[in-house]
């Protein structure tokens, strides 16, 4: 690393990239946060498994579970992986992530609750071939 | 008193005695002082940073599309046409594999990162090979999969629920196999050219890249196969 851009990366304490970071974390702590995020992700993938097929969860509620799983996981990727956290030099990366969840959302949603209604509302099948012919 | 002083953090709460950067909150707004990147005089932020920033939206992007083939494949997952549907052709245990590829792989890639930050050639290029071929093991699991299914008759072409089904898994298929791509040629280039900053930062992009196919892959198998499952 050339001196320049360490003497900038010294100053860039108010904003900080996603990812790793050069901070003077010690290496120990880096690791930890690593494990810690790997095992918490093992359990919530195996919590998701185990749910798919245990009988203590009334049926229509597995879904909801998986996606609670699944939501919390991802949380844990983001956390201790990808390094996005609420810290106020962060406040970039979470709106970036914020706006890209408003997007994902309306995708989503926007599509379920469109094509439900679609459906809903569809002529039988039968009968509209009956019209074609 | 000035003000200033009042909302000052004390002394003691310097960087090393706040973990939770709380004594930083006060300067957040005001710019942090004249000294501080991208706040006034302290000029614009580093390389890395703005890398790091961008590589980021292109994720967020990544991710949008994404969206949109599982948005699809959620409203046709009961459109079957009559064929066989996902409890028929997901196999639990394969999935419950690939999982385990693919996450162990973005904890390997996470520890390459830890090497790199304290310049362990050996270190790094050992974690990267894990990470590489963790991901080989799931693509090849991915491949054997697709090839299963096709051979059954129940190709892309067989109803809308198996066309979206490919599309949705082929397209992180894809994805993982350009991320391989890319991860031999980073080790390559860390071995040839070392721990330059240019590597460095494309070092930070690869593992931003493989820790978002991970949490890709976590909404995957959730949607895909689990909730597949189910219905």
Redesign the interface.
């Known amino acids: 690393m050339s001196d320049r851009d360490d003497a900038v990366q010294r100053l860039d304490t108010h904003d900080v990239g996603p990812g790793p970071q050069v901070a003077e974390e010690p290496v120990r702590d880096a690791i930890l946060s690593c494990v810690i995020g790997f095992v918490l992700a093992v359990l919530l993938t195996v919590g998701s498994f185990y749910t798919l097929n245990t009988k203590a969860i009334w049926d229509p509620a597995i879904p909801v579970a998986l996606a609670v799983l699944a939501v919390g996981q991802i949380g844990i990727h983001l956390v201790f992986f990808l390094h996005i956290t609420t810290a106020p030099d962060n406040t970039n990366n979470v709106l970036a992530l914020a706006f890209g969840v408003l997007i994902v959302a309306l995708i989503l949603g926007g599509s379920f609750w469109i094509m439900a209604h679609l459906d809903a509302n569809m002529m039988p099948m039968d009968q509209l071939m009956r019209m074609q012919r | 008193m000035t003000t200033v002083d009042r909302f000052a953090p004390a002394a003691p709460f310097g ?1 090393d005695h706040d973990p ?2 709380l004594g ?2 006060g300067d ?1 707004g005001r710019g ?1 002082g004249p ?5 006034g005089e ?2 614009p ?9 961008g ?3 292109f994720l ?2 990544d ?2 599309m994404f ?2 083939f ?3 494949h ?2 046709l997952q009961t459109a079957t046409a009559g064929g066989p549907s996902g409890r028929e052709l997901f196999d ?1 245990t394969r999935v ?1 594999i690939e ?2 590829c693919l ?2 792989s ?2 390997t890639c ?2 390459s ?2 090497a ?3 310049r362990s050639l050996a270190w790094t290029q050992l974690a990267l090979l894990v990470t590489a071929l963790l991901g080989a093991a799931f693509l090849y699991f991915e491949i054997v999969e697709f090839v299963g299914l096709v051979g059954r008759g129940a190709g892309p072409e067989r109803s809308a629920f198996l066309s979206s089904f490919f599309a949705v898994v082929g397209l992180h298929g894809l994805h993982v196999t350009a991320g391989l791509l890319w991860l031999w040629t980073m080790m390559a280039q860390v071995l040839v050219k070392g ?1 330059r ?1 240019n590597i ?1 930062r494309r070092l ?1 992009c690869f ?2 890249f493989w ?2 196919l ?2 890709i892959w ?2 995957l ?3 895909v196969y ?2 597949g ?2 219905r």
């Open positions: 960087r939770y950067k930083r909150r957040a942090g000294a501080a990147t991208g706040h302290g000029g932020a580093s390389k890395r940073v703005i890398v790091g920033y590589f980021w939206i967020l992007s991710i949008v969206a949109c599982f948005a699809a959620a409203v639990p419950a999982t385990a996450l162990t973005s904890f996470g520890l990162a830890v790199t930050r304290v721990f900053p460095l930070l593992n931003l820790h978002a991970d949490i976590v909404a198998f959730t949607i689990l909730i499952e189910g």
